[in-house]
């Protein structure tokens, strides 16, 4: 449910107190307000259980959330309005770069009912240990950390089926306990949608100096249309934007590594990629090392750029959609540490170029 400073005066005639919830009737005296969930105007509000149950006053966690993350310089979330858009896969090979410029770095993972987390950092079967300064996050190196709930299931393929209020003790019991100690960037992976986790998320950051969020996309209308409203989620909770990424924007790969086939009027397909590929290495053989593109998904709303032009914020860049970024993903690797992904290593360092500089000039609204 979302929410925002309500400015309804309350059922005794005074200013509410604490948030209200869109979905709240008229005259909600505050989520934090003693008349909270008691008052004549909470009568039939589907709010009203866990605003009467609900403790009163500022969230004495906070003071513990803001010491924990006190000792990191940086702090950035990776969201998207879709799933499948590969923003785990952004988080990830963020983390990885950063790491690899000698950063300290911390990858949180607070998609609570799918963490992929684990396996795109080669992380699998680890487990949480906890010593007397708290739970320690599971490294990939010794400068880069990790914490997710996959690390806390007994079976990876174990359902994870919690209502909100469990997520988000999750989630508050990440960003108070786990020690990360001294990072220069945090990154947070949250699930998609503008959920329960995210406005935990938000609420419980918003007075540790965030940097912002990247918003990743693919460049289908389907996908932009949902993004949207990620972007006005931030915008409505105070969350500064670095920028808009265009995930899987074309296939683009070389030539070499295709697969030519023939395909006959009846449907039947013939392999030619032997006789295509010799032609080729007789004829033009410096054909062989060009890299192919060609869009996968049609945009015929103009695509992120265009999503970001228009409503105000910065456009990243685009990543094309890669086989080897994949695989390097699939195998919990950096893409950055051989010239496999050669295509899409370099589109995510330009990103991550403007995603530093963006840190000092991201949009607050």
């Known amino acids: 449910m979302m929410v925002e400073n309500g400015s309804l005066g309350s059922a005794n005639g005074g200013a509410p107190v604490g948030d209200i919830p869109d979905n709240a009737n008229e005259h909600c005296p505050g989520t934090e307000a003693e008349a909270a969930g008691k008052a004549a105007a909470c009568q039939g509000c589907p709010n009203q259980q866990v605003c009467a149950t609900a ?21 950035i979330l990776v969201l998207s309005g879709k799933g499948g858009v590969g923003k785990s896969t952004v988080a990830s090979q963020l983390s990885f770069a950063l790491a690899a410029m000698d950063k300290q770095v911390g990858l949180l993972d607070i998609d609570i009912c799918g963490p992929s987390i684990p396996k795109m950092l080669g992380l699998e079967g680890q487990e949480i240990h906890q010593s007397n300064l708290g739970w320690s996050p599971v490294y990939v190196e010794d400068n880069l950390g990790v914490m997710s709930i996959g690390f806390m299931l007994p079976d990876p393929d174990e359902a994870v089926i919690w209502r909100g209020p469990r997520k988000n003790g999750l989630i508050k019991q990440f960003l108070k306990d786990v020690f990360w100690g001294d990072l220069d960037y945090l990154i947070v992976d949250a699930p998609p949608g503008t959920s329960d986790e995210h406005i935990s998320i938000a609420q419980y950051l918003k007075a540790t100096n965030v940097d912002g969020a990247i918003i990743v996309t693919t460049p289908q ?20 934007i670095l920028g808009v990424v265009e995930n899987m924007s074309g296939l683009q790969q070389p030539l070499a590594s295709f697969e030519f086939k023939t395909i ?28 192919a593109y060609t869009e996968i ?8 750029q265009k999503m970001a032009k228009e409503m105000g914020i910065p456009f990243l860049g685009c990543i094309p959609l890669d086989p080897r970024l994949s695989k390097a993903a699939e195998e919990g690797r950096s893409c950055f540490i ?12 330009r990103i991550i170029k403007k995603v530093l500089h963006a840190q000092n000039t991201s949009v607050s609204c």
């Open 264 to 291: 006959t009027n009846d449907g039947e397909e013939k392999d030619v990629t032997g006789e295509i590929t010799q032609q080729l290495q007789a004829a033009c053989p410096d054909l062989l090392s060009v890299f």
């Open 55 to 75: 403790p009163k006053g500022p969230d004495p966690d906070l003071v513990a959330i803001g010491e924990r993350m006190s000792s990191i310089k940086h702090k």
């Open 221 to 240: 209308e389907v996908s932009i249309i949902d993004v949207r409203k990620e972007v006005n989620f931030c915008k409505k909770v105070g969350l500064p």
């Open 297 to 304: 998904f049609y945009a015929a709303g103009g695509g992120a």
């Open 338 to 349: 051989d010239l496999e992904c050669k295509s899409s290593a370099a589109a995510l360092q």
